[in-house]
Structure formats: C-alpha cells, structure tokens
C-alpha cells in the first residue's frame, strides 16, 4: 500500500508534466505560424526568429549567473519567448533590433522580475512595446509577401482605417498579406491554437472570451458604419488570433481563476476595438493584453472562488 498512496498538500498534481514539456508543445503548436512566416516572407523570418531565440537564450543565461540562481535554460521558456518575439515583428526588422529586443524582453521583462512565473507582463510583448517606442519607423514598416525586393506595403487594419479598402477574406485566412511574421496566417495560428486547448495546455476561456468580445463589438459598429469592417475582418487580421491563442493564455500574466480569465479577455476585447476604431493606431493587441496583465493580480484577487462549505 505504500506504493500506491502519496501523501501531499493540496494542489494535488495529477500527471508529472513539467514545464519543459509543456513549453516543447508550445513551440510545436507555433510551429505552423514559423512555417508559414518562412513560406510568405523568406529565409529572412527564420533569421529574425533564430535572432530572437539566441538572444533571450543567452541574456537569461547571464541573468541567472549575476544571480546566483540555477541556469533554467532547459525549460526552453526563453526559446518560447523569442519565437514569440519574433513573430510579432516585421520581417525587415533589422537583426541587431531583433537582438535588442530579445534582450529586453528576456532580461527586463522577465529575469529583473524573478524568472519564470515572477514576471508580471508578458515578456514578449514587453520587447516589442521596447522597440514600437524606441524606433517606431522601424517597427511599422511592412513588406509585401514573396517580394523579393521588400516592396513595402501597408497592413489589412492600416488599409482599412486610414484608406477604407478592405482585404480580402481568404488572403486573410491563408496569410497573403503584410504584417508581423506571425499574425498573417490565420490558418496557421488556428491549427496551433487548437492543438494547444484540444491537449489541455491553454485553457479556452481567455481567448474565446476575447475573440467573442471582438466580434460582438465589431458587428456593432459595422451595422453603424460598414467602412469600419466586418466582424470576420477584424477576427483575422492583425496580431488578434496570436495574441488569444498564445498570449491571453499564458500561465503566468492572465488570471488564476476561470472567471478571470473570462474578465482578462472580455475587456482586452474592448481595449482592442476601441483603439482600432477610435483610436490613432490601426492595432491594439499589444497594448490590450500588457493592460490587463496589469490588472491580472486585482482580478485573481476578487475571482477567488469560494471554498468547499464556505
């Protein structure tokens, strides 16, 4: 019988899954958006993505040695957060820039916190918002798909919102468009997507919550105004998909509690919407989901459930 019971404190773990493994499924479920980044924008994507993973590698490594604490780069968490960096940059983006930011997100977003699960803001976002502030022209220049002499171009949200010309659905959903490495492709990011929430390592209610959010509010102000977009455009351009998918499920930076987490993505859906329509950026992904990490501990703090007889 010893062998078959375990006395422990609650939580009680079910499966001996470990933060390694979990982070290698994230890296497989993005494996069809760096695929598909490489496939419309070239060699380059996997130079910026390859860039981005070396830095964060390699500053976490000197973080923790200035610590004194044990090197965690086999948890792969800094592997994740350059990916994820990376795909929220443009494809001309500059490689001491993807560096630069690899850096800051590794470093100041996450290891001056504490490392893994001390962090407060998404470390990803946190190195993109660094380079939108620091070199704006840089990080808003886009290039066309398979164009082989980087012809720029304006994203789907920048057309819509500045000229009123719509992108076509199904260039939307397999990904010919500009825009970041990895927020193109909604096809891409779907299969991703889904494979995390189908095994069990995203829970569903921040993004859906989030994408529903989005779509109610934009089907609203398409019935005032149709030159705002329809409600399928608003769901499959910009950075929306990744960042429900990848981004609003994150462990560490989105609410503990399940009605959290509804809370978390209802209202970064509002923050994006308001900021695409009223706004005087075309985008608000970004700048939604480092709010509500903010608000994430007041949340926890007023979503705990109540205990068994309480």
């Given amino acids: 019988m010893n062998n078959l019971l375990i006395l422990s404190s ?4 079910k499966r001996r899954l470990r933060t390694r493994h979990i982070m290698l499924e994230v890296i497989l479920a993005l494996s069809p958006v760096i695929f598909a980044s490489v496939y419309f924008f070239g060699a380059r994507s996997a130079l910026v993505i ?4 070396i830095s964060c590698v390699i500053t976490e490594v000197i973080f923790e040695y200035l610590r004194g604490v044990k090197v965690t780069i086999g948890d792969f968490s800094a592997v994740v957060t350059g990916v994820l960096l990376a795909l929220v940059l443009p494809p001309s983006i500059p ?21 893994l699960g001390c962090n ?17 022209f840089m990080m808003t220049t886009w290039v066309k798909p398979f164009s082989l002499d980087a012809v720029t171009s ?16 199904k260039e939307l959903f397999v990904g010919n468009v500009a825009g970041s490495l990895g927020e193109t492709s909604a096809l891409a990011i779907l299969i991703g997507g889904l494979y995390l929430i ?3 390592r995203a829970d569903w209610r921040a993004p859906f919550s989030f994408l529903g959010t989005v779509f109610i ?11 705002l977009g329809t409600p399928l455009f608003h769901l499959l351009s910009g950075g929306l998909l990744i960042g429900a998918f990848f981004m ?12 959290g987490r509804f809370i978390f993505g209802m209202s970064a859906g509002i923050i994006v919407m308001i900021i695409r329509i009223f706004g005087g950026l075309p985008e608000g992904v970004m700048y939604s989901i480092l709010i509500m990490n903010a608000a994430t501990p007041l949340i926890n703090k007023y979503t705990i459930p109540k205990p068994f007889g309480g």
């Fill in 95 to 115: 490689l001491w820039a993807a560096a630069l930011g690899g850096a800051i997100s590794a470093g100041l977003a996450k290891q001056l916190f504490g490392g």
């Fill in 120 to 136: 407060i803001f998404n470390p990803a976002l946190i190195g993109r918002a660094f380079l939108v502030a620091s070199f704006p």
């Fill in 217 to 227: 509010f934009s089907l609203t102000s398409w019935f005032i105004n149709s030159s």
């Fill in 248 to 259: 609003t499920t994150d462990p560490v930076t989105t609410p503990l509690t399940r009605n």
């Fill in 198 to 200: 189908i095994r069990g």
């Fill in 154 to 169: 304006a994203t789907p949200l920048g057309l819509m919102k500045f000229s009123h010309i719509p992108t076509g659905i």
């Fill in 10 to 13: 609650a939580p009680h773990m």
């Fill in 50 to 53: 390859l860039t981005c993973v």
